[in-house]
Each structure stands twice: as C-alpha cells, then as structure tokens.
C-alpha cells in the first residue's frame, strides 16, 4: 500500500506547475481582451510563462521516456511532477533559459534531469531519451504555428498573434539549437551512444560549457544574422512572417515602452 501510495504521489503533478500554466492562462487571456491596456506586460507574462511551462515538459518528456526505458529511479527524484524546482540544475534548466529569451529572444533548454544511464541498456533507447526533449519544443512549435498555416486567424486579436508568433519562434530555435552534436546539448546525447569510449571520454569535460559556447557564438553579429534568417525563413513556411515575430518580441520587452523605444508599427490598439 505505501509503495503504490508513493508511486502515485511521484507522478502526481505539481502545484508549482499548475501555478505557473494558471497563470500562462490568466496572461492569455488578458493579451486576448487587452485587459486594463497593459498588453506589453500580459504578453511577457503569457510568453514567458508558457515557455516555462515548456521547458518542464520538455525535461518531462526525458524523464517519462527514461522512466519505460528502464530508469525507475527518476519517479523518486520528483521529475514526473513537472515541477521545475526538482530539476537537478534548476539554473541552467529555468533561469538561464527565461534570461536568454529576455536577452536575446532565443529558445535554448539547458541541462535538467539526471539519468541514471547505467540503469538503461541498448544505444537507440539512450539515444530516444535524448531525442525527447527536442521532438517536445517541435510538437509545441506546430501547436503554436497551427492558426498560421491552418490559416485560422481571422477574429484573433493582433497582440494575440504576436505573442503566439514570438512563442513559435522560441520553440523553433529551442528544438534546431538543442538538436546540435555539441557536448551538453541533446542532439550530441543522441549520437553520444554511438561514439567509441575514447572520444567520449575525451568530450566529456567540454559537456558543462556547451550550452554557454552556443549562446556566445550567437551573439556573433554575422552568425547571429544567418541564423535568424534561416529561422524566419522556416517561419515562413509555417505561415509566421518575420514582422509577427518581431512585434511579439518587441511587445514582449514591455519595459521598452516606459524609455519611448518600442516600435509604433506594431501597435496593437
């Protein structure tokens, strides 16, 4: 009985994350209605709280996959409760992530559960567990992106739009970056399996400043403008334009306002 007791109240999920997806909602809804007109401060709540709420199933969707590929342990770790604060580097899990979308408006998850991988046996579930968390900023991408190419906006406020396409963007940065062969990142744990133990061992001191290299080299001014425009091309694609991206950004710095440097051309009201 207090085995299965505790199996349930490891799976049961969190009210730190109902709080934050209750407010994601409430934000939501104040962007839609324009709520006591401060649509700049509702988007950076909506924004914001909804790529939290990301993040968690993103590092979610590693632990439940690591949990049917034969890691029992992470149940008891709290990391099937979808609370950000049982992460194992809750820093680079959720505060660096929400810093570098104020910063610089890019999506990257850091590091965040940690799996016993000697618990699990066979290359491609080491490899699946990996994939994960980058296939979940995807799966959200497409949700974010459905009223753009199902081309399903009519009725839907403007501020609303920006907001989503801002959104969008993030995931679609989050799973392109994550998705890189660089030590720390997912994409390099999926062909980390797959690699001799002497290359492993030698990348492996590297893994900790993955996430920090990357960041760095995008503030590269000409690799910072190549990969924007790689993105707002597959923006485009998905129906998002690089304007509805940029006023979701620029209505995102709400702060911006107070100081006169948002941009009048996506004004909302």
Known sequence: MT?????RGDRRISPVFLGIAAVTAV?????????????GFAVFLFVTGAWIVSLCLHEYAHARTALHSGDLSVGAKGYLTLNPLKYTHALLSIVLPVLFVVMGG???????????RARIHGRWKHSLISAAGPLTNVAFAIVCTAPFWLD?????PLAFQYALAFLAMLQVTAAILNSLPIPGLDGYGVIEPWLSYRIRRQVEPFAPFGLIAVFAILWIPGVNIAFFNGIDALLGVLGVDDVQRYCGYDLYRFWRA???EQNPGCAVG
């Open 3 to 7: 085995t299965t007791a505790a199996t």
């Open 106 to 116: 890019i999506g990257l998850p850091g590091g965040a559960v940690f799996i016993e």
């Open 27 to 39: 934000a939501g809804w104040a962007v839609w209605t324009g709520f006591a007109g401060a649509t």
């Open 258 to 260: 107070f100081f006169g």
């Open 152 to 156: 399903a906006l009519d009725g839907v």
